[in-house]
C-alpha cells in the first residue's frame, strides 16, 4: 500500500469512527460516558484534521473550491426561514 492510500484510509476509517461516536454521544445518558466518549471524538477530529492536512500538504488531497457568495447567501436563505 502506497501513502496516498494508507492516507486515505485512516481519513475514511476516521470520519467512520467520528460518525459512530456522534451517534454514541447523543444516545447516551450517562455524564461521565458521555464526557469520555467527546474526549475520544475530539481527539479523532484533531488527528483527521492533522491527517487531512498532510494529504493537502503532499498534493494527496485537493479541497473543493470555495462558495461563491451568491451559493452562501442561497444556503443562508434556505436554513434560516
Not at 455524564?31 to 492536512?53: H, S
Amino acid at each position: 500500500m502506497n501513502e496516498k492510500l494508507a492516507m486515505d484510509d485512516v481519513l475514511a476509517c476516521t470520519n467512520s469512527l467520528i460518525t459512530m461516536l456522534e451517534y454514541t454521544i447523543e444516545q447516551s445518558n450517562n455524564k461521565n460516558f458521555r464526557d469520555t466518549i467527546v474526549k475520544a471524538r475530539n481527539n479523532l477530529e484533531d488527528l483527521q484534521w492533522n491527517v487531512y492536512l498532510i494529504a493537502k500538504e503532499k498534493g494527496y488531497y485537493v479541497p473543493a473550491a470555495p462558495a461563491g457568495e451568491a451559493d452562501v447567501e442561497q444556503v443562508k436563505n434556505a436554513v434560516c426561514k
